[in-house]
């Protein structure tokens, strides 16, 4: 576990998305609650029977506000609510994400385009509705910091991530377009492309184990763990990155940078002598 350094003291917040410890915001909570940070968790009201959000806010020290974030009668809910616990809010963190094409095995070439409509919804295009109604509250503390998380399937292809691909490189694409418009108040907002991690949702991935093995052959330092990536996300919740903005920040160990490496190099020798061999 990280010492803490205070780096968040006096930081007020709300941390979307955190359903179980598997959770990379669930993670990111224990950090900022370590770095002395108080928030209010949030998550969509299904999650009262998938997750065990109730321990992690009595860990905290947190109110929960169950909000489904693609609904904005409960956004505007959320943030009045919120501003009875919260004195200003300095910080979001969105962690939210659902593939339903994913999660029920339909093809990227036969999509149900219902479905992808909502992993839009879900996925991305919660975080423009999150920041939109944030700053309609009047809450939003200037200087603040939003950061949102994403995946390099945003920009490269991985199959079986599929429609999601397409989620996070529209959620990357509201990063950058609220930026411009949230810098005028010194608030900034960034997206941190997580290495692959076993996350509940991660896992629901066809053939996930196969993205994470082969990143972490890949990555000079391997993949990076949720511990790591809630460090580091806390680093971009600080004052420490006041000027940094409109970024998406690879946390992956180095993958963002690879061509090939020694490792998958051998993998790929000893699975082609296996077929010459055969």
């Known amino acids: 576990m990280s010492t803490a350094h205070g780096l968040l003291e006096g930081k007020q917040g709300i941390i979307f998305g955190a359903l179980?410890?598997?959770s990379l915001a669930w993670t990111i909570a224990e950090a900022a609650h370590r770095e002395g940070a108080s928030f209010v968790l949030s998550n969509a009201p299904v999650a009262r029977r998938l997750g065990s959000l109730d321990g992690l806010a009595d860990q905290t020290d947190s109110?929960?506000?169950w909000a489904d974030a693609t609904s904005d009668d409960d956004l505007e809910a959320l943030y009045e609510e919120?501003?009875?616990?919260l004195d200003q809010i300095d910080f979001i963190v969105h962690g939210?994400?659902?593939g339903v094409n994913v999660r029920k095995d339909v093809p990227y070439e036969e999509l149900n385009y219902e479905w992808y409509k909502k992993t839009l919804d879900i996925s991305a295009i919660s975080l423009h509705r999150i920041v939109h109604h944030a700053m309609e509250s009047g809450q939003m503390a200037d200087g603040g910091s939003i950061v949102a998380l994403s995946y390099i399937g945003a920009q490269r292809i991985f199959?079986?991530?599929s429609e999601?691909?397409?989620a996070k490189a529209l959620l990357e694409s509201i990063v950058r377009s609220w930026g411009y418009r949230l810098g005028k108040r010194g608030i900034r907002i960034n997206a941190i492309s997580q290495s692959p991690t076993r996350t509940t949702a991660?896992?629901?991935?066809?053939g996930f184990d196969a993205?994470?093995?082969f990143g972490e052959k890949l990555s000079p330092l391997g993949n990076a763990s949720a511990e790591s990536c809630a460090d580091y996300t806390v680093t971009l919740l600080s004052d420490l990155t006041r000027a940094v903005t409109m970024q998406t920040l690879y946390h992956d160990g180095g993958f963002s940078a690879m061509g090939i490496s020694d490792e998958v190099v051998m993998d790929l020798a000893e699975s082609f002598a296996a077929d010459t061999d055969a």
Do not use: R
């Open 20 to 22: 179980n410890e598997e």
């Open 63 to 65: 109110p929960i506000i």
């Open 82 to 85: 919120a501003g009875t616990h």
């Open 96 to 98: 939210i994400g659902m």
């Open 159 to 161: 199959s079986k991530y």
């Open 164 to 166: 999601m691909g397409d």
């Open 202 to 206: 991660g896992k629901g991935i066809a």
């Open 211 to 213: 993205m994470f093995d």
